[in-house]
């Protein structure tokens, strides 16, 4: 036997379609019932079901920015043990989270060793911009470089290089762990577009002095360096790998266990 369809229902689903309403769409029946077991005034009723709407587009704006940027794992503050990183400025951190530097075009960099939770926090500070309204795109330092190549090699550089410029933010993730090689001069051009324009998060395992080993150039590293330092909050992240101790638990557990 099939289900009774109410005609107004079904005159209402015809309207949210036709009107774009895909939030009130799947809504009204439980916000209607709800207004008539709380008596609702007419006036009510339609500010709880345009609340609806307004809430469903924010989540579905806020879903399609968080897919655009490419996390490989959305990480929050929230998620993040600052007790077992009590050398970390979270003052700072948590500061950094209400976006000023990206207003202001400036630039975050994360130093320590590798586990120390630097794409963690890179991560995190990015989704709360997300949140904001602001475009982020996170990138691995790697994939960039092999992007910039192919782009440079296909004569199409110029191009490759202004697709970023609708991001408010961009994360360059694990700087250090290759040698540039050829990639040096294209990522050093990839940062220069966006100084005083964009911001940048880069998270790396060396410090500054050592940047000229994997740029392979000391003038051109001096030269970036000049340019993202100018405007930027330096984050130094200090002890053990949080991947390290997880492991050493992990193992520690299996053994008491054993």
Sequence with gaps: MNEYLDPKEAVVDIYCKELKLPGLKVSFREIARDAMLQNLTPVAFLSACLAKEVETRAQKRLSTRLRQARFHEVKTLESFDFTGAPKLPKTTIISLADCKFIRDRENVIC????????????TAIAVAAIQQGFKVRFIRVSDLIQELL????EYRLPRYLKTWN????????ELGYINLGAGSPLLFQFCSERYERGSL?????LDFGRWGEVFGDNALTVALLDRITHHAHVIPFVGESYR???SKQKLDIEQLHS
């Design 166 to 173: 609708k991001f408010d933010l961009v994360i360059l993730d």
């Design 244 to 246: 390290f101790k997880e």
């Design 150 to 153: 192919k782009a440079e090699s």
């Design 201 to 205: 998060i880069i998270t790396t395992n």
């Design 111 to 122: 130093v320590g060793q590798s586990g120390t939770g630097k794409t963690h926090i890179a």
